[in-house]
């Protein structure tokens, strides 16, 4: 009975020492910061490279509300790019428009008003009837500017987005995702104006008689906010794309289906927080420097500048900027007729071994091609320097 007792109180002894050995050398797992978030589903993106650095149910599938329009605007923009409209063209208001509930700026049918007038009142006053008048200007129809905004859905690659509005009123078969939604914005950022009337605080119509309110509150509340586009309906709840830039660093904020009123501005403010705080862009090269020199065949000119169009680097973790380098992409030579902005090599940045990110390196001026007498004259003057070399 002793020995049994003892070889109990032995085996116990064991496995209490077991565990407290395993228990202090147990190392808990890393947790992934959390952002406390109101809404659905949300994601935050680094705009140039569009790295996902926060995500919750980003690729859910509901409705986007008002938030549709800014699709609505890059269609539009890129038409406009295509010569199938200019801003001041005058655009004449339809029934069709007219008919427009929900946010709106009362067209009556005939009025009219510039094309850059209508997207203003997209981008600031979020005008369904603006919408409609657009979009029969540029494509005849409401229903083809919608195909598309699909086809352009598409051709971004976009898996959990569908439109049959131009304006985000509830429909069947009409949703999008935070993710769908932050590869528009990125692409939306190629269009300037764009932009710029997103970040428009407030903007008088028909002369000052109707006054727009930029319905994006983080215009006034964000430092650095300058887009994009908010969404409210029953179904969809409250929505935002937005856009922030501080120090060379833009981020794109997206949330979709937040429960209370301006809880869509607080998710986003707090996604924002945590980018700018986590993370930074580490600059290798200004917008227009250059970055090497290409020589030209049969040119007017024996070589070409490359430069890059955009600021050029890496998004980093703050703290985690060491060993940041960069190399330059280029051919020996290329033949001339060259453009202006002809992409001719590449600027790679890397960390360490790793490659982090690569930029276009553009033709910084044209080069015609050279006359036969100034290509003969070339050929006499490198055979000139090949005898020098020799002798």
């Known amino acids: 009975m002793i020995h049994r007792k003892a070889n109990k109180m032995l085996i116990t002894i064991t496995w209490l020492v077991a565990a407290v050995l395993a228990f202090s050398l147990w190392t808990p797992p890393i947790m992934a910061a959390e952002v406390p978030l109101e809404a659905d589903s949300a994601i935050l993106i680094e705009a140039r490279t569009g790295q996902v650095l926060y995500d919750k149910n980003s690729h859910q599938a509901q409705a986007p509300a008002s938030v549709t329009k800014l699709m609505t605007l890059v269609v539009a923009f890129e038409a406009i790019e295509n010569g199938k409209g200019k801003l001041s063209d005058k655009v004449v208001a339809s029934e069709n428009a007219w008919r427009l509930g929900g946010s709106q700026i009362y067209l009556e049918p005939g009025e009219e008003m510039t094309l850059e007038e209508l997207l203003i009142a997209i981008a600031v006053g979020?005008?369904?009837?603006?919408?409609?008048?657009?979009?029969?200007?540029?494509y005849g129809t409401h229903e083809e500017f919608v195909e598309a905004m699909n086809q352009k859905a598409r051709e971004l690659g976009l898996k959990n987005t569908h439109f049959?509005?131009?304006?985000?009123?509830?429909?069947?078969g009409h949703y999008s995702s935070p993710y769908d939604m932050a590869q528009i914005s990125r692409y939306a950022l190629r269009f300037p104006k764009l932009l710029?009337?997103?970040?428009?605080?407030?903007?008088?119509l028909r002369g000052g008689e109707f006054h727009l309110y930029n319905t994006n509150k983080l215009l006034w509340w964000y430092k650095g906010a300058d887009g994009f586009k908010t969404g409210w309906t029953n179904e969809a709840r409250y929505c935002l794309a937005s856009t922030a830039e501080r120090d060379g660093l833009r981020l794109i904020a997206v949330v979709f289906g937040s429960p209370q009123r301006h809880g869509n501005f607080?998710?986003?403010?707090?996604l924002l927080n945590y980018g700018f705080a986590q993370y930074a862009f580490k600059t290798v090269a200004e917008a227009g420097q250059t970055c090497g020199v290409v020589n030209v065949d049969k040119g007017a000119?024996?070589?070409?500048?490359?430069?890059?169009s955009e600021p050029a680097g890496a998004l980093i973790t703050k703290g985690q900027d060491k060993g940041i380098t960069s190399r330059v992409e280029l051919p020996e030579s290329v033949t001339a007729p060259i453009s202006q902005g002809q992409k001719l090599g590449e600027l790679v940045i890397c960390q360490g071994e790793e490659e982090l990110s690569r930029f276009d390196l553009l033709a910084?001026?044209?080069?015609?091609k050279g006359s036969l007498s100034s290509q003969i004259g070339k050929i006499f003057k490198d055979i000139i320097q090949l005898d020098e070399q020799v002798l």
């Open 126 to 138: 979020s005008a369904n009837d603006a919408c409609v008048a657009v979009a029969e200007h540029l």
């Open 164 to 172: 049959v509005n131009s304006y985000g009123l509830p429909a069947e």
């Open 196 to 204: 710029e009337m997103t970040s428009i605080k407030e903007y008088d």
């Open 266 to 270: 607080r998710d986003c403010m707090k």
């Open 301 to 308: 000119a024996e070589t070409v500048e490359v430069v890059v």
């Open 364 to 368: 910084k001026q044209d080069v015609a």
